[in-house]
T-cell receptor
Framework: EPEVTQTPSHQVTQMGQEVILRCVPI?????FYWYRQILGQKVEFLVS????????KSEIFDDQFSVERPDGSNFTLKIRSTKLEDSAMYFC??????????????FGPGTRLLVL | GNSVTQMEGPVTLSEEAFLTINCTYT??????LFWYVQYPGEGLQLLLK?????DKGSNKGFEATYRKETTSFHLEKGSVQVSDSAVYFC????????????FGKGNQVVVIP
């Protein structure tokens, strides 16, 4: 069964450093997403991406964040200058189409980011 | 805005017991409702979903019914197994948005043999 993959599974970085989290969505999917979960808190939406542009972003997704689909298979989340509060589990997801919110999103296993 | 509330705290129960996890929501319009499950070391997997009022989603012995009058989508299973130990997340999707999911906090379920 096709699945969403993410690399790395764990990342430790120093405050102020840039990190790139990578995702390979399911191959025939057109919509891509990033979510994060700070330890003990809810899973929070960050951004959705379609047709090579951001379709929606949350208030969390400020100028330090960016997303890119650099080729036909990868989808990346870049955090330009990490802060301590960026420590979280980051989940990538993809869906085949938009269907008025009825479409299932398929999630990757997550990247655990720790900022020191 | 849209939000999902799940009952507080982990749930510990014995094998073959009945499981209920409560989920209520606040949303404008008619959202779609989902239960996702996260097994240890894995990502979020869709367990079941319902896209309109009175729909019942079911999978692997789990069921949840979309109740518009009580804005609820409680998850139930009649007889749990040790393999059902996981974290369960309730979520909703706004029909007018760009597929953004709003999640509840999740409930850790531990099934003891």
């Amino acid at each position: 069964e096709p699945e969403v993959t993410q690399t790395p599974s764990h990342q430790v970085t120093q405050m102020g450093q840039e990190v790139i989290l990578r995702c390979v969505p399911i191959s025939n999917h057109l919509y891509f997403y990033w979510y994060r979960q700070i330890l003990g808190q809810k899973v929070e939406f960050l951004v959705s991406f379609y047709n090579n542009e951001i379709s929606e972003k949350s208030e969390i997704f400020d100028d330090q964040f960016s997303v890119e689909r650099p080729d036909g298979s990868n989808f990346t989340l870049k955090i330009r200058s990490t802060k301590l509060e960026d420590s979280a589990m980051y989940f990538c997801a993809s869906s085949e189409r938009w269907a008025g919110g009825r479409e299932t999103q398929y999630f990757g296993p997550g990247t655990r980011l720790l900022v020191l | 805005g849209n939000s999902v509330t799940q009952m507080e705290g982990p749930v510990t129960l014995s094998e073959e017991a009945f499981l209920t996890i409560n989920c209520t929501y606040t949303a404008t319009g008619y959202p779609s409702l989902f239960w996702y499950v996260q097994y240890p070391g894995e990502g979020l997997q869709l367990l079941l979903k319902a896209t309109k009022a009175d729909d019942k989603g079911s999978n692997k012995g789990f069921e949840a019914t979309y109740r518009k009058e009580t804005t609820s989508f409680h998850l139930e299973k009649g007889s749990v197994q040790v393999s059902d130990s996981a974290v369960y997340f309730c979520a909703l999707s706004d029909p007018y948005g760009n597929n953004r999911l709003a999640f509840g906090k999740g409930n850790q379920v531990v099934v003891i043999p």
